[in-house]
């Protein structure tokens, strides 16, 4: 929040960064998530090119599933991966770390939000059950 505030106030910001090396380590830390996310894409595609072989594999045995729930498991970053851009085309790997960052982003703050939540809920039940019982919390 901080750097924010001093990005606002001073028009100057990129060049005060660079100087005290601030710049290069929001770059380094930049690099740091932005890899941890395309290390997350790699993984969903090898999982999803290993489910394929293996229903090539169940095909070819002749079996045929009944289950129409059977296949690939389906999840976001999967459907994200299979769809499509407005052009047209596949979603660029820059597209979907993005895409992997905002997921990630979300969740720890729906999870922060929940978790503030539930203490204050659980507070307010604590103190409304001691005056009921008459216990000094």
Known sequence: MQVTNERF????????????????????DVRVIK?????????RRQQLAT?????????????????TCAGPARDLLSLFMESKGPD??????????DTVLNFIIAGRDTTAQVSCRRTCVQQRSVTGSCRLVGARC
Do not use: C, Y
């Open 35 to 43: 890899d941890f996310a395309m290390h997350i894409i790699q993984k």
């Open 51 to 67: 489910e394929v072989t293996a229903e090539v594999v169940a095909g070819s045995n002749g079996k045929v599933a009944d289950d």
């Open 88 to 97: 047209g085309k596949p979603l660029t790997d820059k597209q979907l770390v």
């Open 9 to 28: 106030w001073m028009p100057a910001w990129p060049i005060l960064e660079l100087l005290d090396g601030r710049a290069f380590k929001l770059a380094a």
